[in-house]
């Protein structure tokens, strides 16, 4: 079991709808997907860039985790996603080698994907994400 990938890298934004014509310019292609995540509170905007997206991500609440994000550390990238072939397999692998992982079951992400999150402070202040597609 490893993983399988980037699937995306997650960057955020406090204006969605003019840094999605900012991406459209600098990616020469158009965002395909608009989305709430309710559960994140985050609004986003996908991009297909060959093998990995662009997920932008909005704050739609003052106290979401983007939104305290880009208050300590302003706008960039937030997140890298690896594709995983089996999420709760992986949350194991990971869990007995010592990462710290933010939920302890699967949550319901963007793009119908199934997602967990690793804690930064056990990964060089990366913050990780796994996913995999809902079946
Ligand atoms: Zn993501």
Redesign the pocket.
Known sequence: MAFQGVE?I?IAVKDLNSSIALFESLLGSLCYKIEIVDSEQVNTGFFQTGSAKI?L?ESTDPDSVIAKHIQKKGEGIH?I?FAVDDIEKEMKRLSEAGFVLLSEKPKM??DNKL?CFLHPKSTNQVLI?L?MDKK
Do not use: D, N, P, S
Request: glycine share 18%; with cysteine.
């Open positions: 995306h997650g997920e991500l997140h996603a992400g963007a997602v994400e996913c």
